[in-house]
């Protein structure tokens, strides 16, 4: 008879091999159903051992396994192979692994089923478990609760708060002018940190009315430093993932840098820092009704407070029987995801576009003209006029869509297929597998050829504006339906998409107006700001 342990180390790797197996195969027969082109990965992209290893180990799975599969299965793909796959393989197909099967969508027409049916495809278990970390919140919610969260907080976002965002941005900026002119030459290798330090600060104005000046953004490095609320909020938003999958005391170890320390704090410090804020601002609250007729301030975090106590009350919000308020946990939770949701996204924009500017003085000389044009130079009053100046700077919004378009900060949306459903993309059907996801891969459908021309991967920010406009009033180009979709799209597009596009132009007009930016030599890292003749 065979030894046990024998037995074990031959029979353990083959049920292994066989179970690897079948589990492909069982994919591979429900993807089929769908009719869509199958590309094959022998790794399930999010299990642990893969996800770990396969960013590392990319240079060498890619020679060793050259299969698409295995390159779809390697995160960050799409934005490394543009459109090429999707350009073999069709405008949609499935990534088969033996854990599940990925639909990958980039087809403007199945984008548009998908993202109007948000009941049959919901936000992705994995969404929900990394951004409800500090409460739930609209990003992490589906159905009849995020409808409620979307009704209140939605509205909340947009034109309200356009002007106070446009004045603090025009502020940030110009102080970012000054600080960077104040650098040796006008050198400086901190572009990110101060495209980071305004984004953050705008939100803490905006959002929790706390205004800070301008200071490239440094993360807090020291654990025992008395956090603000914005500074603990901001840290965990950054490091969102191992805030979720780290456990604290393993942070706290004395070998951890200290920026893993100072989240452990920072994480034990948030919920009562949120507590503290929000009670300040119930108290500050009835102390504005008495005093201002009733006004309360008009940042995010006063509007979520009014408009949760409202809803607990005996008023008319009240009356609708919680349909109007949030939970306390809801509250805390949608505090966070404004910072989670609006942090990186603008600053990651803000950096991409000033870092393409310094390269291209033709691009930057193109929006210049308008700024000129519209403001004059220099920190004008007139230029703080958010409903006069704003409309008219089309190129400085030109200059964010073509950014967004070429270097998306969210690269897909995913989604997931909870059950078998079908779905119809110009008169066909195609029955997708259930217990399956599905991207949407934007950032392959805003470069396709096919729809935005042979240079398509050219930053061209001129194919946004409609030829023959007198500058200082021209129109923007609309483009195709789901063709560009940096924001998102359908229901649950993106609420700070407005927000964001008046920071961006704000800082871009209060920059240019004032010097232009080139690069320094290679190998420096650095960014040059000059102030202009
Ligand atoms: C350039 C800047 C931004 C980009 C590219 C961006 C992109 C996106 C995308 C793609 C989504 C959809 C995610 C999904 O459905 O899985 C989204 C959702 C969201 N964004 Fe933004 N965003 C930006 C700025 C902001 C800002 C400034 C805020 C608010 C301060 C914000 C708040 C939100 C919220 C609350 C959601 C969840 C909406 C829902 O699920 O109904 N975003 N954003």
Redesign the pocket.
């Known amino acids: 008879m065979m030894n046990p342990v024998w037995t074990f180390l031959i029979a353990g790797p083959l049920l292994w091999v066989a179970s690897w197996a079948w589990a492909l195969y069982s994919n591979y027969r429900a993807a089929k159903l769908s009719g869509l082109p199958i590309l094959i990965s022998p790794f399930s992209p999010d299990k642990l051992p893969y996800l770990l290893l396969k960013v590392p180990l990319r240079p060498i799975l890619e020679t060793l396994l050259p299969f698409p599969g295995v390159v779809v299965s390697i995160v960050g793909w799409e934005v490394r192979d543009k459109y090429r796959i999707h350009e073999r393989y069709g405008p949609a197909f499935i990534l088969v692994s033996p854990d599940k099967n990925e639909l990958w969508c980039a087809d403007p027409d199945m984008t548009q089923s998908i993202l109007s049916r948000r009941r049959d495809f919901p936000?992705l278990p994995m969404?929900i478990t990394i951004m409800s970390a500090f409460g739930t919140?609209?990003?992490t919610s589906n159905g009849e609760d995020?409808s409620r969260q979307?009704r209140i907080?939605?509205p909340n976002?947009n034109e309200r708060i356009s002007e106070g965002v446009w004045s603090e941005s025009m502020t940030q900026a110009h102080q970012m002018v000054d600080y960077m002119l104040r650098q040796p030459g006008g050198a400086s290798a901190e572009t990110s940190d101060a495209m980071r330090a305004i984004a953050i600060n705008v939100?803490g104005e905006v959002?929790y009315g706390q205004s800070k000046p301008f200071a490239p953004l440094k993360l807090p490095r020291d654990p025992n430093a008395d956090l603000t609320y914005v500074e603990a909020i901001s840290l965990c938003a950054e490091l969102i993932v191992v805030a979720v999958f780290v456990p604290k005391w393993l942070m706290r170890l004395s070998w951890m840098p200290d920026i893993l320390k100072t989240l452990a704090t920072a994480l034990d410090k948030l919920p009562g820092l949120t507590s503290k804020m929000l009670e300040m601002r119930r108290k500050e609250g009835v102390h504005l009704s008495a005093a201002a007729g009733g006004k309360m301030n008009d940042d995010f975090m006063s509007m979520l407070v009014r408009l949760s106590d409202a809803g607990k009350g005996g008023d008319a919000a009240g009356a609708a029987g919680g349909k109007q308020s949030l939970t306390e946990d809801e509250i805390g939770g949608?505090l966070f995801?404004?910072t989670a949701?609006?942090f990186d996204?603008?600053a990651n924009?803000l950096t991409y576009a000033m870092t393409i500017l310094a390269a291209t003085p033709e691009w930057q000389a193109w929006m210049q003209e308008e700024i000129d044009q519209v403001l004059g130079k220099g920190d004008d009053d007139d230029a703080r006029n958010y409903v006069a100046v704003y409309p008219k700077l089309s190129r400085c919004l030109a200059v964010m869509f073509e950014t967004?378009r070429l270097h998306?900060?969210?690269p897909h949306?995913?989604r997931s297929i909870p059950h078998p459903t079908s779905i119809e993309v110009r008169g066909k059907t195609h029955q997708l597998p259930g217990r399956s996801i599905l991207y949407i891969n934007e950032t392959c459908m805003q470069v396709l050829p096919s729809i935005w021309g042979a240079d398509s991967l050219e930053f061209k920010p001129s194919r946004w504006i409609e030829p023959g406009g007198e500058l200082g009033a021209e129109k923007l180009v609309t483009p195709e339906r789901n063709t560009f979709?940096?924001?998102?799209g359908g229901p649950?597009?993106?609420?700070?998409?407005k927000?964001?596009q008046v920071?961006?132009v704000t800082v871009m007009a209060a920059t240019f107006s004032r010097c232009r930016v080139e690069p320094v030599a290679k190998g420096a890292r650095r960014q040059r700001r000059r102030r202009r003749d």
């Open positions: 936000q969404t919140n609209m990003l995020w979307r907080v939605g976002l939100l959002g949608n995801l404004f949701a609006g996204t603008t924009t967004l998306a900060p969210v949306i995913g979709l940096p924001w998102s649950r597009v993106c609420p700070g998409q927000m964001a920071e961006f």
